[in-house]
């Protein structure tokens, strides 16, 4: 199992700039990649960044050029910083894990960030 706990989110106004951070604990050796993904009320669950082992990074179109991912393997943490915000990256912003060989999810609690125009 791999357990997940984020930090960080909350309220700010567009242009400004949060950042996200989640720490891993468990069984992390098996952990394959981490990312995150955001749900705004009424969509569906949309991945917005991951980052493999090796480091390499995804990103969704809508926030390529404003946000970066990146991991501090030595912490079992990776973060999120999120620049030029705007009101449509209001959502609640989950941390994933992806592990073992059969890539089983893992979630964390969810933290709310809300840009306010």
């Known amino acids: 199992q791999v357990q997940l706990v984020e930090s960080g989110g909350g309220l700010v106004q567009a242009g400004g700039s949060l950042s996200l951070s989640c720490a891993a604990s468990g069984n992390i050796f098996s952990i394959n990649a981490m990312g995150w993904y955001r749900q705004a009320p009424g969509a569906q669950r949309e991945l917005v960044a991951t980052i493999t082992n090796s480091g390499s990074t995804n990103y969704v179109d809508s926030v390529k050029g404003r946000f970066t991912v990146s991991r501090d393997n030595a912490k079992n943490t990776v973060y999120l910083q999120m620049n030029s915000l705007k009101p449509e990256d209001t959502a609640v912003y989950y941390c994933?894990?992806?592990?073992?060989?059969?890539?089983?999810?893992?979630w964390g609690q969810g933290t709310q960030v809300t840009v306010s125009s």
């Open positions: 994933n894990a992806d592990w073992g060989p059969y890539s089983i999810d893992s």
